[in-house]
Each structure stands twice: as structure tokens, then as C-alpha cells.
């Protein structure tokens, strides 16, 4: 079913659209006759839940859970819709550039302080703040003067975001900008509490007594390492609408584990990750399978900076000996959907899908079709790049390091599939270093010390701006070690264009030749394989749904 987004403004809102935004349909209203626990995973540790300092997917998530946005973006019956947060209602000015959210005055945080606009400012102010070290600050892009506050060129108060008193909040945007009331649901957008941050200082968010929530959840207990336990939140606005007394989060790394635990139902939730999971999960009546594409992106991406990729040729040479298939296959199961450009196949621009109906939407496939149809050979480009960077002409003395964020297995079977490759399409002997996330995420995006990397990315909002401004140059991510002003500035023009034509072409054209630099590689965009217990109701299964877990239920 093709998603279009209802942007409900304030001006416009009745009772009727609000009830709709705060229950779905199907749950049950009547006091729980025992303890609702929702069962499930993470892959890993968070490193730290602040909304400012957070670097992964799964601080993310808990985040999502335990505190409150300003607008909630949600999937009902097959559309998007933009619903109250912490803000009850919202307008925008005649062209779209000056936002006011009147804030909810039954939001409180879990021990009873009023969440403020000056909560608001705060948290976009320290996020903007180079001082912070915000790893996603540039998220804040759109909101005016961000540029020169980031760059310390203004002080923070210059940060286009005001408090007009306790429950008014204003963001004024350098121009107006469709897709923003979508960015809000986005975790760099939440509010944060000043006393306690400053109070815990870089400790905040480290443990259940250095956290506050305001959202549908509570940190209840982090044992490191092992799990998080989050508990309804009884002091949440909309705490009628949370079903769960409980959802239980276990810290598992390893894929049998995982099975086994789904298995035996010490867990309600598992992702399958290999076609046999996929066929043996269905087959079982006790199971409810939900299956969509997602927005995360596996990629490759090269240091243009410094080293070896400097030369385009060698980097060109590299992303042609990737087979992208055979890496689905070899890694995957064949399970996921082999990428043709960095934007995911899910997203759209103007209710219309962004790779169905962009001319450039099979820009990787064209690319190797030219390539190869004309003879190409990846290992005789290379020695071309070689020869020109003065590397010499034998591949097999080029050396190159490419780095993984995962330990685990089945992160060094990754490595070995690029070792692999890279011997048997180019001759090169490839060195790897694998690292948990915190060391792999300072080298690649703090110090830059990387040749070549591989990573994930999952898209928090629906609009290609979002995929692709991780390369805009400066930006604190990938950007920083490729940067060409041209996809600068197609970027920023599309990000704030209104006519969805023009946008679409716009954010065409810098992909293009984004993909033409050969700066990054995509592989895969995963196709989720989510099974349920069929006792658990409601499940999120929409690929830029916010809900989180506060919508699901437990109906045994």
C-alpha cells in the first residue's frame, strides 16, 4: 500500500483527529488482569542514552521509548500521520519558515517536573553546541543560524529556537522546509532536562539513576551488559493509551541464542536473520510474521581524504569487484533487497516513491552493466589508479586496512568476505580491524582514521535528505572524508525546495553524482522478517513508525 503523510496542523485539528492519534483500535481499555511483559532483544550495549551524546541504533530505540517528542510520527492503517506529543497542537507562519507548538500541560517528566519549552531550547541548544560533540547535530541543519552556532561562530542563544513562555515553544528555520514536522520525530529533536545533565554531566545516561523519562516508558533497570527492563510510565500524558506494564530487553549477541530463546518463548520478538529462521518461524502456528522493507542501508564507504581511495580509479576499481548479490547470498541468505543507490527503496518524495519514479533510480546497476559490458577488468583500473597515485603497478603491495564495528562472528565473517574479494577480483592482500561500536565510531567519524569502512544506516524520516546528508561536506560523518560542493549544494536546495518535482530531480542529481565519485558502495537494504508471538497484539510494521512499543499489547 503506497504511504502518503497527513500533516495535521493545529489550525485544522478536531477531537476526532486527536482521538485518532492517541488509541489504535483493538486495545483493550480495561485495567490489566496480570502483568503485560513484553519480551526481545538488542544486539549490543548502549554506550550512553543522551539524546545529545547517543551513537546507536539501540540507544535510539530505548530513547524513543522512554522519552517524549515534540509530534509523534506514526503509521495508521497504511498512512503516516503526524500526531501530538509533548506539543498538543502547532501552526507555522504564512511561508512555512517560523514553527509554534503549544505544549501539552498534563506533560510532566517521571518525577513530576512540567516539561517547558525552555526544556526544548535547551536540549537544540546543547545538541548545536560544538562544545557537545553531537555525532547527529547536523539534523539540526534546517534550524536558522545552526551553521554558524555549530562552527562557534554565534553563541547558542543565536540558535533559531525560543521559548515564548513556559508551554510555547518557537523554531525558526532558515527557510521553510516540507519534510520537517517529520524530522521532529527524530531523538536529536526530544527535550532534556538541564539540572540533571549538568548534574550527572558526561554520566547521564550511563544508569537508571542518572536518566529521567517523560515518554510512555521508564528506565527500570539496566544490568550491563545482560538487560534493560522498562516499566510503564505512570506520569505519561497519554499513559492510557500503553498497554505494557513491562518490556524486558535482553543484551544477546548471538544468532542461536536468539533462536532458541524465541523458540522456547523466553522471547516474544526475534528478527530472523537467515532463511532457515524465516522457513521454520512460519511454519509454527504460534507465530505472527510481519514482513517490510525497512530504511537500513549496508554500505561501503572510502576515506577520499588521504591514502589510496584518493585516487578515483582505485576506489572505482574496488566497488566493481563487490558483487552485491553475492554478498546477499553469502551473508544473508539472499534475504535482503540488493541496492542500487544510497536512498532506500522505501522512501518517497511528494507521496511518490523516490526510486520508482526518479530517471536515476538504478544508478550502481547502470554503472556495472557499462562497466562490465565493455570488458571492464576492476584488477587492470586498479593498477591504472595505482600507477597514477605512484603506487606502483603490483596490487598485491597495496596495502589497505578496512575496519568493521562488530566483533562478533558474524562481523568477521564479514571481514572475510572482503578479504576474499579483494584477492580474488584484485590481488590485493587486505588488512582488517574489527572492533566493538565505541572504538570503531571514534576512529571512523571522530579521528577520520580509516581507508576503508563498512556500516549500516538506518533513515528516521521519510525524505531522501536524510539518506544522503550524512555526505554533505562538514556535516561530522562521512562527509568529512569525501565532500564535493555540488552535492552540497543540491542537497540543501532540495532539502528546502517545495515543488516535489524539482525536489525529486534535485536529490537525483546529487546521488548521481554522489555514486559517479565512487566514495561509497551500497549493498543491501534489509527486509525486516519480524515474528511475533501470536499473543502479542498491535506491532509496529511500518518502515518510519515511531510508536515504538507503546501501542502493543499482550492477549493471552
Known sequence: MKKTIALILCLVMVLGLFAGCTKKPGGDTNPPAELKEFRTSIGQEPTVLDVSRRTEAVADNIINNTVESLVRYEDHN????????????????????????????????????????????????????????????????????????????????????????????????????????????????????????????????????????????????????????????????????????????????????????????????????????????????????????????????????????????????????????????????????????????????????????????????????????????????????MKEAGLGDDPAQLKVTFRYGDPSDFGRKVADFYIQTFKDKLGVTLNTNVTDWSIYYSAIIKDADFEMASMGWISDYDDPAEAMSRYVSNCGLIGDTYGDPEVDRLLKSAAKELDASKRMKMYGDAEKLLLDSYSTFPLVTKNNYIFVKNYVKNFPHAAFDKSGYKYIDIVK
Open 78 to 385: 497504511g498512512e503516516y500521520v503526524v500526531c501530538p506529543g509533548d506539543a498538543k497542537s502547532w501552526e507555522s507562519n504564512a511561508d512555512g519558515s517560523v514553527w509554534t507548538f503549544h505544549l501539552n500541560e498534563k506533560a510532566v517528566w517521571q518525577d513530576g517536573v512540567p516539561v517547558t519549552a525552555q526544556d526544548y531550547v535547551y536540549s537544540l541548544q546543547r545538541s548545536a553546541d560544538p562544545k557537545t560533540g553531537s555525532a547527529y547535530s547536523y539534523y539540526l541543519d534546517p534550524v536558522k543560524n545552526f551553521a554558524e552556532v555549530n562552527s562557534g561562530k554565534l553563541s547558542v542563544d543565536q540558535l533559531g529556537v525560543r521559548a515564548i513562555d513556559d508551554h510555547t515553544l518557537e523554531i525558526t528555520l532558515n527557510s521553510a522546509m516540507p519534510a520537517f514536522l517529520s524530522m521532529l520525530s527524530g531523538t536529536l529533536y526530544f527535550a532534556q532536562r538541564k539540572d540533571l545533565v549538568e548534574k550527572y554531566g558526561e554520566a547521564y545516561g550511563t544508569d537508571v539513576d542518572k536518566y529521567v523519562s517523560n515518554g510512555p516508558f521508564i528506565l527500570e533497570s539496566w544490568t550491563h551488559n545482560n538487560s534493560i527492563v522498562l516499566a510503564k510510565n505512570p506520569t505519561y500524558w497519554d499513559a492510557d493509551s500503553v498497554k505494557l506494564d513491562k518490556v524486558t530487553l535482553s543484551i544477546l549477541s548471538d544468532t542461536n541464542t536468539i533462536s532458541s530463546a524465541f523458540e522456547s518463548g523466553e522471547l516474544d520478538m526475534i528478527n530472523a536473520s537467515s532463511r532457515d529462521w524465516v522457513n521454520r518461524f512460519s511454519s509454527q502456528s504460534t507465530n505472527v510474521k510481519y514482513e517490510y522493507l525497512s530504511t537500513y542501508l549496508l554500505y561501503v564507504f572510502f576515506n577520499c581524504k588521504t591514502g589510496p581511495f584518493t585516487n578515483e580509479k582505485i576506489r572505482k576499481a574496488f566497488c566493481m569487484a563487490i558483487d552485491a548479490e553475492e554478498y546477499n547470498e553469502l551473508l544473508w541468505d539472499g534475504l535482503h533487497k540488493v541496492a542500487y543507490g544510497v536512498v532506500p527503496d522505501c522512501m518517497s518524495v511528494g507521496g511518490l516513491n523516490y526510486r520508482q519514479n526518479n530517471p536515476n533510480h538504478d544508478i550502481v546497476k547502470d554503472q556495472r552493466t557499462e562497466f562490465f559490458s565493455k570488458g571492464g577488468d576492476p584488477k587492470a583500473l586498479l593498477i591504472e589508479g
